[in-house]
Every structure is written in structure tokens, then in C-alpha cells.
């Protein structure tokens, strides 16, 4: 698994050079764009997902940026977890809701996610708390170097980046079980420590 800041950042360098020491890897850094930006141009209405209203609350929103993204495997893994429906989440309480945007990595998922995100940052979605972008693996093959290219690009896009390896029980319909991975272990930890933080990391 992958987990990263936005790579379109540089990390702030000491006196002499040397990169600042990354953080202990199974703590998830502050979000460094955490909020739509002002002048992205929002894509086209073809390319946007739908608007939701939901009942109810979750520890987080699961929203699959195409289907077959992993919405619902992705929402089985994360205690208080539910899924959209491939549609931003909107809250009848009015309040901010926690959102995990996940899509597979073909170039369909990536493209996708890549419109989703475009769409969020724009300011074109609706007010989430976007935690950010998780990237399932779509065959048991190791992904081709271009497309895992692109997902480093789509994934700098989002507040944070998860990559996952793929599932081979999912295909025989175990959704119960959690990945033995330490990719996924790690994302579920990863989760945990989210969720005890009750501070907003986006505003819209």
C-alpha cells in the first residue's frame, strides 16, 4: 500500500539540504489540499458525479467514483461505514459529511476518480469532508507502470492516497473477512486513527 501527502507538494527541506524525515508511516498525515481551490475549472456536467440525500449517520461515507470501484467491499472493511451509491453524500441534518472516494486502477476507475476529484476541488460538490482517495488494485497482476503513473497523478488531486492490492477472496464472495494484506491492515489502522479525530480536515 501506498499512503502519501500530495505529490505536488515538496516536503520543506532541513539546513543542509536533506528532506524533513517522513512520518511514522501508520499515522496518516494532515491533508495538505484540503479544500476546493480557487480558479480549477470544474468538469463537464457528463463528468460530474450525482448528488445524493442520505438519512441516517455514518463514521464515514464510502462514494465509488465509477461502478465497480470497491464501494461496498471498501465500506465492509471500516466500522460505521456506508456506501453512496456513486454519489456525493448530502446529510439532511445539514451537517458535513465524512467522505472516502475510492475507484479501481484501470484507466476507466482513474479517469473517474480524476473527474470526481476535479469536480470536489472545483467546488462543483457539494460540502464533504473529503479524507481522500483510495486506489484498488482491478486484476491480480501487477499494475502496468503507466497506469500506476497516472494514479500517482490522479492521487495528487486528493487530501491523501491509499493504494490496495487485490482481493482474490472477493472474487468468490468473502467481503466479510478482512485482507490479511498489510496494505489493507494498515488502511484500516489508518481509519481508526481518523476517526478519533473529530476536527473537520476540509471546508466547503
Not at 532541513?14 to 501508520?26: K, L, N, Q, R, V
Not at 468538469?43 to 464515514?60: F, H, I, K
Not at 462514494?63 to 448530502?90: F, K, M, N, Q, Y
Request: charged share 20%; glycine share 8%; hydrophobic share 40%.
Amino acid at each position: 500500500m501506498q499512503q502519501s501527502l500530495n505529490p505536488w507538494i515538496t516536503r520543506p527541506a532541513t539546513a543542509d539540504g536533506a528532506e524533513m524525515p517522513t512520518p511514522e508511516a501508520h499515522v496518516p498525515p494532515a491533508a495538505v489540499i484540503s479544500a476546493p481551490l480557487r480558479g480549477m475549472v470544474e468538469p463537464d456536467a457528463a463528468d460530474r458525479l450525482g448528488l445524493r440525500t442520505v438519512s441516517g449517520s455514518a463514521a464515514l461515507w464510502i462514494t465509488g467514483a465509477h461502478g465497480g470501484s470497491g464501494e461496498s467491499r471498501t465500506a465492509d472493511l471500516i466500522d460505521g461505514a456506508r456506501v453512496t451509491g456513486h454519489c456525493w453524500p448530502v446529510l439532511q441534518d445539514g451537517r458535513t459529511p465524512r467522505v472516502l472516494l475510492v475507484c479501481r486502477a484501470d484507466m476507466r476507475g482513474l479517469t473517474a476518480a480524476q473527474s470526481a476529484l476535479t469536480q470536489w476541488a472545483s467546488g462543483a460538490a457539494p460540502a464533504v469532508d473529503l479524507l481522500g482517495l483510495a486506489i484498488l488494485a482491478d486484476a491480480p497482476t501487477k499494475t502496468p507502470k503507466a497506469l500506476r503513473d497516472f494514479a500517482a497523478i490522479v492521487g495528487g488531486g486528493a487530501p491523501r492516497l491509499w493504494t490496495l492490492p487485490w482481493v482474490e477472496a472477493w472474487r468468490h464472495g468473502d467481503s466479510t473477512t478482512p485482507p490479511p494484506a498489510r496494505e489493507y491492515q494498515r488502511f484500516i489502522t489508518d481509519f481508526a486513527v481518523l476517526a478519533s479525530d473529530t476536527t473537520p480536515s476540509t471546508t466547503h
